[in-house]
């Protein structure tokens, strides 16, 4: 698994799809904490970490487009297949790889609640609850990006493939909201990732909602190493 990190992290660093990353994701938080923040002079950073919900989803995808899909097209995915390790092991160094790389671009808001300290006092329970929610479903979105990853050699189709369940996990609000059945409107509302990071956005810590986005974050990368290991012994 640590020789798969480095490889990987290696890799966002020697092309520019590691540093274009990060600087998205620092403009988008820059606007965003100018608009919502410093312009309406306020030290409420929620509408910041809503805004970076919809940035995550779309260029999160892009950040993981090329994990297992460039393996594959390059054929070097063979030596993952038949090397003696876990497979579970070679998903979780390529996730942990893309994590590390956003983990660089979430510390920024780190960054700006410091910033506002200097001049006012905060309430850094809730700009820690929002930095743990973004980071609960910006695994989530990585999870479901290496997934997407594992099922095509096309990194483009990929990262659209990854866009397209992100936006399908956003919409299942909209979804229940039209369903006529109530059995299934509760279903679907609970199942709702908007929700559950939007109570992390106002401070709310809860036990269910950490393990629900653990849980999906498992699925996904259980479901790229059963995709793996379809392709090994086929």
């Given at each position: 698994?640590?020789?798969?990190?480095?490889?990987?992290?290696?890799a966002?660093?020697?092309?520019?799809?590691?540093?274009?990353?990060?600087?998205?994701?620092?403009?988008?938080?820059?606007?965003?904490?100018?608009?919502?923040?410093?312009?309406?002079?306020?030290?409420?950073?929620t509408?910041?970490?809503?805004g970076?919900?919809?940035?995550?989803?779309?260029?999160?995808?892009?950040?993981?487009?090329?994990?297992?899909?460039?393996?594959?097209?390059?054929?070097?995915?063979?030596?993952?297949?038949?090397?003696?390790?876990?497979?579970?092991?070679?998903?979780?160094?390529?996730?942990?790889?893309?994590?590390?790389?956003?983990?660089?671009?979430?510390?920024?808001?780190?960054?700006?609640?410091?910033?506002?300290?200097?001049?006012?006092?905060?309430?850094?329970?809730?700009?820690?609850?929002?930095?743990?929610?973004?980071?609960?479903?910006?695994?989530?979105?990585?999870?479901?990006?290496?997934?997407?990853?594992?099922?095509?050699?096309?990194q483009?189709?990929?990262?659209?493939?990854?866009?397209?369940?992100?936006?399908?996990?956003?919409?299942?609000?909209?979804?229940?909201?039209?369903?006529?059945?109530?059995?299934?409107?509760?279903?679907?509302?609970?199942?709702?990732?908007?929700?559950?990071?939007?109570?992390?956005?106002?401070?709310?810590?809860?036990?269910?909602?950490?393990l629900?986005?653990?849980?999906?974050?498992?699925?996904?990368?259980?479901?790229?190493?059963?995709?793996?290991?379809?392709?090994?012994?086929?």
């Amino acid at each position: 698994m640590t020789a798969v990190f480095k490889r990987e992290m290696g890799a966002y660093f020697a092309s520019p799809l590691g540093y274009v990353f990060i600087a998205i994701f620092y403009f988008f938080s820059g606007a965003f904490f100018y608009l919502f923040t410093l312009s309406s002079r306020t030290t409420d950073l929620t509408y910041v970490f809503i805004g970076m919900f919809f940035v995550m989803m779309i260029f999160i995808p892009v950040l993981t487009m090329r994990l297992l899909a460039d393996d594959k097209r390059q054929k070097t995915d063979q030596l993952i297949l038949t090397a003696p390790v876990s497979l579970m092991r070679v998903v979780l160094g390529k996730f942990l790889a893309a994590f590390a790389v956003f983990l660089i671009g979430v510390a920024i808001m780190l960054v700006y609640g410091i910033a506002l300290s200097c001049f006012t006092d905060v309430n850094w329970s809730m700009i820690f609850g929002n930095i743990f929610g973004m980071i609960l479903m910006g695994s989530v979105y990585i999870a479901v990006g290496v997934f997407v990853s594992s099922l095509t050699e096309n990194q483009m189709i990929a990262a659209i493939g990854a866009i397209g369940i992100n936006l399908v996990l956003l919409l299942i609000d909209t979804l229940a909201a039209v369903i006529p059945w109530d059995a299934a409107q509760n279903v679907l509302g609970s199942l709702s990732f908007y929700n559950r990071y939007y109570e992390f956005t106002i401070g709310i810590f809860s036990l269910s909602n950490i393990l629900y986005f653990v849980s999906v974050i498992f699925i996904f990368l259980f479901l790229t190493v059963r995709v793996l290991e379809k392709r090994r012994w086929a």
